[in-house]
Structure formats: structure tokens, C-alpha cells
């Protein structure tokens, strides 16, 4: 059974930096992609990093050059994926979720859809 569980979320102040862990296990997949979202309540959940099996990272050009994704593989099915996060804004501050799940589906590149697992969140509040 494939588990995500989202760690490090806290209440920073502007400017300050945290890392966000996501857990995972269970995964079967040997061609992958793993993300970070986040979510404000009301809104819809935005992508905010991605990284695959080759280890190439996207990013949304809101946090892109203050936030960087990483994965670490323990073994074929657990792995640690990263949100090292600095120059905090307040508009940073949602649940953040970490997503995993196969690097292709239908021939779409990591298109984070229904075949993909989900964590339950861990919450960024950045106070100005």
C-alpha cells in the first residue's frame, strides 16, 4: 500500500526558510514523478514543484529561485522527497501536499491526475 506523509509545516515569519519531508512508501513505480502543491482554502490547489525518476525539477515561476525540490531513494519503493523553502512571502502560506505517481499516463508527462497518491498536508503559515 502506497503512503505519503507530509512533514515540517510551521508558522515563520517573512523571509525566513523552512524544508518540508514527505514521506513515502510502498511505491512501486520505477518511473516516476513527485511533486509539491499547495493549497489556500477556496482556491485551487497549484503545482508548485516537480521533479522525476532523472531527477529534472520544474518549478512555478512564483517560488522558482526560493524553493528547491530534491529526492532522496532509501529503496525501490521508499523514498524522502524535498521542499527546501527560503525568502518566505506571505502568499506562501497554504497546505502543502506532496504527490507521487507514474512519470507518464496516457503519454502525458507527469500529469499528477488520478492515478497519482496523495498526502494528507502540512500547513506553511508566513506572517509579515
Known amino acids: 500500500q502506497t503512503k505519503l506523509v507530509e512533514s515540517g509545516g510551521d508558522s515563520v515569519q517573512s523571509g525566513g526558510s523552512l524544508k518540508l519531508s514527505c514521506a513515502i512508501s510502498g511505491f512501486g513505480y520505477s518511473s516516476y514523478c513527485l511533486g509539491w502543491f499547495r493549497q489556500v482554502s477556496g482556491k485551487e490547489r497549484e503545482r508548485v514543484a516537480s521533479i522525476d525518476t532523472e531527477g529534472s525539477p520544474t518549478y512555478a515561476n512564483a517560488v522558482r529561485d526560493r524553493f528547491t525540490i530534491s529526492q532522496v531513494s532509501q529503496d525501490k519503493t521508499t523514498k524522502t522527497l524535498y521542499l527546501q523553502m527560503d525568502g518566505l512571502k506571505p502568499e506562501d502560506t497554504a497546505m502543502y501536499y506532496c504527490?507521487?505517481?507514474?512519470?507518464?499516463?496516457?503519454?502525458?508527462?507527469?500529469?499528477?491526475?488520478?492515478?497519482?497518491?496523495w498526502g494528507q498536508g502540512t500547513q506553511v503559515t508566513i506572517s509579515s
Open positions: 504527490a507521487a505517481g507514474p512519470k507518464f499516463t496516457n503519454g502525458k508527462y507527469c500529469p499528477f491526475g488520478s492515478r497519482y497518491y
